[in-house]
């Protein structure tokens, strides 16, 4: 099982090859935003489109060190993630953020060292909220699926989600 210590995503593909319970993103076209370039948890899931009032809520609640993997459709419209969003995220125990869109205050997010992000880029444009968006549901983007529950691996090389904990 693997643990804080040494592991890396390369070795979970050479160890887990084609397992059916184990998903790999195709390409890697993220961006890492925080010094926090490794990090693995439990999955929850939002999915939206230009509008993060699902993102904020989920967010302010009590992460117990898990990885909220939100699935923007690949949108650079709007950001889904900005510094007040993401201090919550700290304040509130989550170990990351995986964003299938762009966030903002990238400067600010920079130096939180205890939550890994991840995103497509930056877009100073805030969402307006309207309350649109699910939280917990099965989202999949690039190649990869993603289930409330799931386990995600992230490092410099990679991104991989497991049904079962790696």
């Given at each position: 099982m693997i643990t804080d210590g040494e592991w890396s995503c390369a070795d979970i593909c050479d160890k887990y090859g084609d397992d059916r319970d184990v998903s790999y993103l195709d390409s890697f076209p993220f961006r890492h935003f925080t010094p926090m370039r490794k990090f693995f948890g439990q999955i929850r899931t939002v999915s939206c489109l230009d509008d993060n009032s699902k993102v904020k809520e989920i967010l302010a609640t009590d992460g117990k060190g898990m990885i909220l993997v939100v699935d923007g459709n690949a949108?650079?419209?709007?950001?889904?993630?900005?510094?007040?969003?993401?201090?919550?995220?700290?304040?509130?125990?989550?170990?990351?953020?995986?964003?299938?869109?762009?966030?903002?205050d990238s400067a600010h997010i920079a130096e939180l060292d205890t939550l890994g992000v991840l995103a497509l880029g930056?877009?100073?444009?805030?969402?307006?909220?309207r309350d649109l968006g699910s939280?917990?549901?099965?989202?999949?983007?690039?190649?990869?699926?993603?289930?409330?529950?799931?386990?995600?691996?992230v490092d410099e090389d990679g991104l991989i989600s497991s049904r079962k904990q790696l």
């Open positions: 949108s650079l419209r709007r950001a889904l993630m900005g510094d007040l969003i993401a201090d919550s995220a700290v304040e509130n125990n989550w170990k990351g953020v995986v964003i299938n869109g762009v966030i903002r930056t877009n100073p444009r805030k969402t307006e909220r939280i917990d549901v099965p989202i999949s983007f690039n190649g990869v699926t993603c289930r409330p529950n799931d386990w995600i691996y």
